[in-house]
């Protein structure tokens, strides 16, 4: 398996939250997978956050057969991402960049913290948007991708403490919580996860001891 170093970044902890102007998007509860494109020849890599396949026939054969569970991925990348962003990309001046990475989460109804069924149809939502300046920030990433299948979002607004709270009561009807996103370019960019209660609660009964490693 071809190792990488994380191609996402860790995202803190809602003990770490700044008291500032922010969008909260939906967090899915799948398998974060990003793809990678050059403009001479397209889309060219794509993997999970730890390793990386040429996105061509063998590639795609060699990522299925590591990641069992994940074989629709491709496919749906295909469909839904590939020839629009493509085209942004080409046409689009702010996205002038030698390479630029995007990133999906892959999950069905009944995902649970990275394991899904294999009966269920899944999909591919996108989430964030990397070039060679950083990350792309959430306004912006509104704005410029709104018409493809984004993350959901859920707030607009200051990130408080009553934010954080209504979070974990479960006003927002999330299944596992929000990313929190601010900053208005590439270099004050910060991010911030919060999990509700009744997903704390899934991870105890599903991990016991353990289920702090999947927490925040």
Not at 134 to 158: H, T, W
Not at 195 to 214: G, H, S, V
Request: aromatic share 14%; with cysteine; charged share 25%.
């Amino acid at each position: 398996m071809p190792r990488i170093q994380l191609a996402y970044p860790k995202i803190l902890g809602s003990k770490n939250y700044p008291s500032s102007r922010c969008i909260a998007f939906d967090k899915y509860d799948g398998t974060n997978l990003h793809w990678v494109w050059e403009v001479e020849l397209g889309w060219y890599g794509f993997g999970t956050r730890r390793d990386r396949f040429d996105l061509d026939e063998r590639g795609i054969a060699e990522f299925n057969a590591a990641h069992p569970g994940l074989e629709e991925a491709s496919n749906l990348f295909q469909k839904l991402f590939a020839t629009p962003l493509d085209k942004l990309f080409r046409e689009n001046p702010a996205y002038n960049s030698p390479e630029i990475t995007v990133f999906t989460e892959f999950f069905g109804a009944n995902s649970f913290a990275g394991m899904h069924k294999p009966e269920e149809s899944k999909q591919l939502i996108l989430f964030d948007v990397e070039t060679n300046r950083g990350m792309i920030p959430p306004e912006q990433f509104v704005q410029d991708f709104s018409n493809l299948v984004i993350a959901r979002v859920v707030y607009r607004g200051k990130l408080t403490g009553q934010f954080v709270e209504d979070v974990r009561a479960g006003k927002y009807g999330l299944a596992e919580g929000v990313v929190c996103k601010g900053g208005s370019n590439p270099a004050d960019l910060w991010m911030v996860k919060i999990k509700t209660n009744a997903y704390m609660k899934k991870l105890q009964q599903a991990f016991q001891d353990d289920w702090e490693n999947y927490w925040e």
